[in-house]
């Protein structure tokens, strides 16, 4: 499960499946990337306590800070950053954005699992603010329904928020509504600083050479693995399938069980599969956008069989698995029930606050090698300004203040510390990530990481495909009804052919 936000993909199912675009009905989420949690065991998707006082700042700092170009090779920021005090004082690309003094801005953020990833964005945002002689309004939405409900009916009445989080296909997803502005003049003079973006990053907010989102942070979804039950065996990571299988008929031992595979009806399923075929030379997506896999797909048939084998046969994923939610394997891994999971941090978040003692014995990996390799799974989340925002200049002053490299440096390093991984590709140089054996594995999934849309960027096909939950209903089919995997193949690509042939999901 994804670490702060509830995922909304099912939340989006009405629209995604063909509602009309004039009013946006209160049916697609704006949260992301995270998953409903557990009750018994919290995990990322579990909402913190909202703030959700508004900040005004009003201010007599005079507005030509908002003029300044970015530093040339700003230095990202590990020991002795700039302080926030002065981070404040943002730096902006060579076009010059002219604060309108007493404009409100307002900044909509879900809530997130770590209440400093949202809290330390409205402090800088607030010292920019007050720098430039504005103010700002600044809420966290509730992680749920109610969260996104409000925030679809302020779209559908014309009222959103000037800038809103947006997570992996919502950034398409808000572009293709014709909701959200065009910011390339906004992030492009950013885009060579620190060695410019991943490729994920622009993948996923690029549409036809145009920005229509902010970059905010890669989220990486690396293995979570018991390093010390290895250690006890005498065993490394597995370096492949083959091993993969023989590791785990060694220590699955009832009722812990080796790998923490989702295989319900649920967005985690979507990721575990998909990292898995891109193994064996599978993809969902050709690079036009259009339907990447066949029938007689030779990669997916072998996936579905290797998956099958490793459930019904090995039996080294839980039986329960096909069963689970978004937190299934959240709560499998917290409470010792397997020995590894894919997941974003939020697994490993909450042991460091609830279970100190089992964070230490865990370690990060990638994707075990098939035949095609391994690559290194991601999202990216963005900040999208709305078109119907009311903040005007001062809204596209925050968001260049956000990318400005010498802040986000400190805040996505310094002050996260690993959190996310930065957008910038040479602030994966700090020593957080090169000198902190538990991060070390990150730099090789966001060196080969592929988003979950892989090969194109998650326009309408993917992202009613993810939402209708069609790839978990392969694996259900695969699993539950013990179908053959090409009868479960040619029953998901009838599906998926289908949804990719409507007009509105080719944008």
Known sequence: MDTPPVFSRRRFLGLLAGAAVGPILAACGGGGGGAAAPTTVPTSGQPAATRAAPTTAPTTAPA????????AGATPGAAGATPASTAAAATAPALAIKPVPGQQVVVWQTVDYLPQTTSLIKDHFTQVAQQNGFTISFEELPNNPQGYDRHNAAVQAGTPPDIWRVYDYQTQFWRAQGQTADVTDLVKPFSTQQGGY??????????????????YAVNCWPFH???DLLDQAGLKYPKDWDEFRAQGKQLTKPPLYYYGMTLGRINDANNHFLGMVWTFGGKLQNEDGSLGVKADDKAWLDTLALIQTMYSDDKIIPPGSVNWDDGGNNQAYQSEQVVLTSNPTSVYNWLLQNKPDLAKKTRFYSYPSGPAGSFGQVDVWGQALFKNGKGGDNARLLLVSFMDPTWYAQYINDQLKGRFVPVYKDMIN???WTKNDLYSEYRKIIESGRIMAYAAAPLGGFGELATKF?????????LVKKQKPADALATFVKAAEEIYSKPENRR
């Open 64 to 71: 030509a800070a908002a003029t300044r170009a970015p530093a």
């Open 430 to 432: 700090a020593d957080l």
């Open 470 to 478: 069609v790839v978990g209903d392969m694996l259900q089919n695969l």
């Open 198 to 215: 991943w490729q994920p990053v622009i993948d996923t907010c690029v549409y036809q050479d145009k920005w229509y989102a902010a970059p």
């Open 225 to 227: 693995v018991r390093q």
